[in-house]
C-alpha cells in the first residue's frame, strides 16, 4: 500500500514538473519569438550569413583621413565578396555597444557606423546590403543587432556583430554574425606625389594635352583638362575664386549649405562604368575617402591665362562598390573655353566665336557648304569655283541623292559632310558644324534678342539655363559681294537638303522693321555664309 502511495506520489509529481517544464519551454519560446535576430554566438575570424559560416580569408584597413576607419573583412581572395565596416576612431572604437537598429545622434564632424555586404561577383545584386547610422538618410537599420569593436586595426583590432537581421536590398530579410580577433593589413597611407601635367589613376599617368576653362557669372570658373586629342576623355575641375583659390579642400568633408558654388571634381571617359561626378555637397555619401584639392589661377586680358592645380591623395569609392586612386597636377598655360553649355537637351555646347574670328561679334570667314576654305576678296562664290561641282553643266560631284542633280546621274547618299569637307573642323578638330536638328534645337529652346554688341548687331541666344552666344549678322556672299551686312544672319548646317542636292539647310535670321524672322531653310551650297561650330558634352 505504501508502494502504491509513492508511485502515485511520484506520478502526480513527475505530471506537475513536466507541466512546469512546458510552461518554462512556451515561456522561453515567445521570448524568444519576440526577438527576431540569430542567437547563434559568432566563431572567431567568420562570417555567418544566412546560417552559412565563412571564414575570413584576408583583413585590411584604411585610415579614412576623418577620424574614421574603413574595415574590410574579405570572404574570396578576390576581395569581390567582402564585408565593409565604417567606424570612427573616438565614437566607436572602445568597446561600447552599438544598437544597429537606432540611427546615431547627428555629429557632422565625426564619421556614423556603416556595414555593408558586397558580392561584386553576383551578376543580380552586387550590394546586398549598406546600411549607415547617419541620422535623416535614406539608407534603413537593422532589425537587431549590436556591434562592437576595440583595438586599433594597426595593432590587434577585436569587432563582433552579435544577432544581425537585415533587410537587404534584394527585397529579402537576412541574418549576419561576425567576429574578427587580430591584426589588419594597412592599404592606405599616402600615395605618391603626382607627377607634373599629368592624371593618375590606379597608379596610370595620363598626359594633359590642354587645359581650357569657362566663367560663369560671380567668378565661377570650370576647368576642362583634356587627356585625349579627341577630348572624349577629360577631367573637370570646379571652383569659386573667393571660396576655393589657394586653399586646401579636404574632398571627404561636406561644404557648409550655401546657394553659391560647391567645388566639383569629374572624370569623363567614354569607357562604360568609369565616368564619375562629385560635389562638395556629396562628400557625406563616402565618395572621396581621402583627398585634397588645391587650385589657384591667373587670367590675362587676351582670356588667357596660368593654372596651378594639385589634386593630392585622392581615393574614390564609385557606386558600383569599385575603389580606385586618382591624382592630379597640372602648372602651365590655359585658354578660355571657346564652347558655351547652353542648357540644352541635347548637350550641345555652342562656340563662342564664328569660324575664324577670334572675339564673339567678328564676323570670321564665309564659306561655301562642304568647303575649309574662305574665298572672300579672292574668288567668287558662284557654281563656276565650287569644289563639288561639274564646271561644265553645274552638277553635284559630292553630296548627291538625286540624280537628277548629280553629274551624269551621281548619288552617293551622303547627307552630312565628313570631317574632311567640315569648315568647323578644319579649323578645331573637336568641333564640327551643327546637324539640322541641332541648329533647330538652337532655335527652338533658346530665347533670341536682336541687338548691339560691342557696336555690332546681331542675335543674342540665351539657352535654358541662361547662358548665351553671340551671333554677329554677318550677311552673305553671292558671287563676289557681301550682302545683308549688319541686318542678317546667315549659319550653315552640315546637313544636304535631300530634296534638292544642289541646296544644303541653313539658319537665316534676320531683323525687318522690328519683327524678327528667324527659321531653319535651304540655299544653294556654292554660297558664302558663316559657319559657328559645336561640340558634345
Known sequence: MKHNNFFAN?????????????????????????????????????????????PIVKARYEDGFKGDYWLYLYLSADGKERIEIILDKELHMNGSLIDLTKKEEKHDEKSYWGVAYYQLDNPDISILFSIHGKPGNNHPVFTTGTLTASGSPDGTINIVLKNGRVKGDDGKEHTIVLSYSGTMENIGGSQPQPQTNTVTINGKDRKIEKVEYYEYPGERYYFTLYLTPDGKENVLIGLKKDRHFGKDIDLTKREPETDDHFWAVQYNTSESGKSFTYYGQNPDDHFFKSGTLNGNASFNSDLSGTLNLVLKNGKIKNNDGTEFTFLV???????????????????????????????????????????????????????????????????????????????????????????????????????????????????????????AYNGVYGYEVKGPNYNRIFLPAAGLYYNRELN???????????????????????????????SDEIRVGSDNRCRGLSVRGVRKK
Open 10 to 54: 511520484a506520478a502526480s509529481k513527475a505530471l506537475a514538473l513536466a507541466a512546469t517544464v512546458m510552461m518554462m519551454s512556451a515561456a522561453f519560446t515567445a521570448c524568444s519569438s519576440s526577438n527576431d535576430g540569430p542567437t547563434t554566438e559568432p566563431k572567431i575570424n567568420t562570417v555567418t550569413i544566412d546560417g552559412v559560416e565563412r
Open 329 to 451: 597636377n597640372y602648372n602651365g598655360p590655359i585658354e578660355s573655353e571657346q564652347f558655351v553649355d547652353l542648357g540644352l537637351p541635347s548637350g550641345t555646347k555652342w562656340a563662342k566665336c564664328n569660324v575664324g574670328a577670334d572675339k564673339p561679334e567678328a564676323y570670321g570667314k564665309y564659306f561655301a557648304w562642304g568647303e575649309t576654305e574662305d574665298k572672300s576678296g579672292q574668288k567668287s562664290y558662284d557654281w563656276g569655283s565650287y569644289k563639288w561641282a561639274n564646271k561644265s553643266n553645274i552638277r553635284i560631284t559630292k553630296y548627291c541623292t538625286n540624280p537628277d542633280h548629280g553629274s551624269n546621274g551621281f548619288t552617293d547618299g551622303r547627307t552630312e559632310l565628313e570631317a574632311a569637307d567640315d569648315a568647323a573642323t578644319r579649323y578645331d578638330k573637336i568641333s564640327c558644324t551643327p546637324t539640322q536638328a541641332q541648329m533647330e534645337e538652337l532655335m527652338d529652346k533658346c530665347t533670341w534678342t536682336w541687338k
Open 484 to 514: 545683308k551686312k549688319g541686318t542678317g544672319c546667315y549659319y550653315w548646317t552640315k546637313t544636304l537638303d535631300t530634296n534638292a542636292s544642289m541646296l544644303a539647310v541653313q539658319l537665316k535670321g534676320w531683323r525687318v522693321n522690328d
